[in-house]
Nanobody, 116 residues
Framework: QVQLVESGGGLVQAGGSLRLSCAAS????????MAWYRQAPGKQRELVAH???????SYTDSVKGRFAISRENAKRAVYLQMNSLKAEDTAVYYC??????????WGKGTLVTVSS
């Protein structure tokens, strides 16, 4: 059974940095887009960043210039480097991968808390 396992969340002061990691375990093939979503308390889940299978990244406006998404296809992994963190970045961050056959995979989430 394929699982996405996230790591790297935690508590950090405003202005600090964290790096999230996500790796797919189990047999998986044809990974297409990889992405990070987040959900803050009382809010809907939102797309933070995604990266295509050719390595082209895209970001939501609120994190542009602060976050960087990257991927390692051989390791079936995706990363999110988060710098200059703000209190409003506090959320549960979810890893997402889509396959070329349309199947979508989600991680269970990792909590990021930014103290002001």
């Amino acid at each position: 059974q394929v699982q996405l396992v996230e790591s790297g969340g935690g508590l950090v002061q405003a202005g600090g940095s964290l790096r999230l990691s996500c790796a797919a375990s189990g047999g998986i093939f044809g990974i297409d887009t990889m992405a990070w979503y987040r959900q803050a308390p009382g809010k809907q889940r939102e797309l933070v960043a995604h990266i295509t299978n050719t390595g082209r990244p895209s970001y939501t406006d609120s994190v542009k210039g602060r976050f960087a998404i990257s991927r390692e296809n051989a390791k079936r992994a995706v990363y999110l480097q988060m710098n200059s963190l703000k209190a409003e970045d506090t959320a549960v961050y979810y890893c997402y991968m889509s396959r070329t056959d349309g199947i979508a995979l989600w991680g269970k989430g990792t909590l990021v808390t930014v103290s002001s």
